[in-house]
């Protein structure tokens, strides 16, 4: 028998009962289509993360408090949390970055807390910024009116603008340019609303911001605290010359532990590795089923061996050798192995669409080779048992079976 034929008897051996290889590829559709549709959810989360950290900027550098990478150099919630209890930072040292002039363009202090902000009936959380005029450079853009200017910063004007999502929940569909919105006890004019930029990471959303100039936030709140520095390089080439410089000018003052300075690649690589860890586990996690699968075909060619052994027996009588009466069943488990993981490829590809309207979602191609091939091997290596048992049957015994 050649290779054709044995393959036209595989399949012809699937198609007599489709219930029930169905039901047996069941499990490989579920692992192929579970650890393509997991994997293409944490890779299309790392290239949305890639790329709002693009569309602020590569050239920036961020001054903080404290050392927030923490003994093991990871960028952690509690080390963050010390670093601000422990701020040392003063509008001092943005004066001291700017005279930096042959690798900084401008630096601005920020400084953040949360309040709330309400309009007629309506009340939001929020989270406001206080920073010089020029951090318009650092968002998106202005979608409605104008950020604060250089006057109103200067003359702690009650002036703010709003996050795009803040400017929609409070006005809804009403122009807010012009109208008086309230923070906390305080009245404010909003001059501006800012495109829509998503996700903070490590934080709430960007959209869900608050800009004021820093002279007013100082005034509104009672404090002089900075708990940030932005820093606009000239030039991205310089990157590690600058952080140099700046570590050197702050370090003047502080100890090496009392502010950290770095580019937010080092953010990015942080939070890359941390979605690469967790889309490896639950890709792990889902490739359980796929040996759940494998068990599962294996059982359902034991049982067809059993159901066909006179016919292994009379296939033996007319000349058939036992080695192609293991690849004939070899390659029964293989095809239906490779059929349920392209129909699980087919689900997880349609799945990751519908996901994209809500959540980013990118199948890869190196996800769906892993997928593939790890379907066929589960199909070849749970096939070999029930294989060699019908290649080892006797022919006189197998016509004999009932």
């Known amino acids: 028998m050649n290779l054709k034929s044995t393959f036209l008897v595989a399949i012809k051996a699937i198609m007599v009962n489709k219930g029930r290889s169905f039901l047996t590829m069941l499990g490989v559709i579920i692992g192929v289509s579970s650890v393509v549709l997991l994997t293409s959810i944490g890779t299309g989360l790392q290239a949305y993360v890639t790329q709002q950290f693009e569309e602020l900027g590569s050239n920036n550098v961020i001054v903080f408090p404290g050392d927030i990478f923490g003994e093991g150099g990871g960028f952690s919630r509690e080390s963050q949390s010390n670093a601000l209890l422990n701020n040392k930072l003063k509008l001092s040292d943005v004066n001291d970055i700017e005279k930096l002039r042959e690798y900084v363009e401008f630096a601005l202090p920020m400084n953040t807390r949360s309040d709330k902000a309400s309009y007629r009936d309506e009340t939001k959380t929020i989270t406001v910024i206080g920073t010089h005029y020029q951090y318009d450079k650092f968002i998106t853009g202005i979608e409605k009116g104008r950020f604060f200017n250089k006057t109103e910063d200067q003359s702690a004007e009650r002036v703010v603008v709003l996050g795009w999502e803040i400017a929609d929940k409070l006005f809804g569909k009403i122009d807010p340019i ?24 490590g934080g709430p959303s960007f959209d869900t911001y608050v800009y004021m100039p820093l002279e ?8 002089n605290q ?13 990157m ?22 770095f580019d937010q690649t080092e953010i990015l690589n942080t939070i890359n590795s941390i979605l690469g860890v967790l889309t490896a586990g639950l890709g792990g996690i889902a490739a359980i ?26 296939r033996k009588a007319l000349g058939a050798t036992p080695k ?26 349609l799945g990751s669409l519908a996901l994209q309207a809500v959540f980013p979602a990118k199948v890869t191609m190196g996800a769906i080779m892993l997928a593939f ?11 070999v048992a029930p294989a060699r048992k019908a290649a080892n049957l006797s022919p006189i015994e197998a016509l004999r079976y009932e």
Do not use: C, H
């Open 373 to 383: 091939s790890v379907s066929a091997l589960v199909g070849v290596i749970f096939g």
């Open 324 to 349: 192609q009466i293991l690849f004939q069943f070899l390659i029964e488990s293989a095809l239906l192995s490779i059929l349920g993981g392209l129909i699980g490829l087919l689900i997880a590809y």
């Open 226 to 238: 900075i708990v940030e520095i932005m820093v606009r390089v000239r030039n991205k080439d310089q």
């Open 178 to 201: 012009g109208k008086k919105i309230k923070l906390g006890t305080q009245t404010f004019k909003v001059v501006g609303v800012a495109e829509k930029q998503g996700g903070g990471f």
């Open 240 to 261: 590690p010359e600058a952080i140099k410089a700046i570590e050197q000018t702050m370090g003047k003052r502080l100890k090496d532990d009392e502010f950290s300075v």
């Open 216 to 223: 007013t936030n100082f005034r509104i709140y009672d404090t």
């Open 289 to 314: 089923s796929l040996v759940v699968g494998g068990i599962g075909i294996m059982n359902i060619m034991l049982v067809s061996v059993t159901e066909r052994t006179r016919e292994i027996g009379l």
